[in-house]
């Protein structure tokens, strides 16, 4: 089993930071892309950013220049760095994470979303 497990949401005036973790554990071979996803009340789960286990990285383009996502790929970690937040930003962030994890003594694929964290951006 794999389980994620995000850190770091809370409130914060406009043109603050936040800085958001994810730490993927349990039966784990190897974690391929890692990501940030953010949904917004009463709209649809879209992308923020992504993370390949090279370092490969993208952005929607409204976070462009403001956010960073980084990963610690010893600790299953991944990392995103959120500057000059807008009160657009405000909505529950999620992580999302790929790879190879065992299951039954066999080596399956994984796609796991963590619960969620609040990020509110007041104005």
């Known amino acids: 089993q794999v389980q994620l497990m995000e850190s770091g949401g809370g409130l914060v005036q406009a043109g603050g930071s936040l800085r958001l973790s994810c730490v993927a554990s349990?039966?784990?071979?190897?974690?391929?892309?890692m990501g940030w996803y953010r949904q917004a009340l009463g709209k649809q789960r879209e992308l923020v950013a992504t993370?390949?286990?090279?370092?490969?990285?993208n952005y929607a383009d409204s976070v462009k220049g403001r956010f960073t996502i980084s990963r610690d790929n010893a600790k299953n970690t991944v990392y995103l760095q959120m500057n000059s937040l807008k009160p657009e930003d405000t909505a529950v962030y999620y992580c999302?994470?790929?790879?190879?994890?065992?299951?039954?003594?066999?080596?399956?694929?994984?796609?796991?979303w963590g619960r969620g964290t609040q990020v509110t951006v007041s104005s």
């Open positions: 993370i390949t286990s090279g370092g490969s990285t």
């Open positions: 349990g039966t784990i071979v190897s974690v391929n892309d």
């Open positions: 999302n994470a790929k790879g190879l994890a065992y299951y039954a003594n066999s080596r399956m694929p994984f796609n796991k």
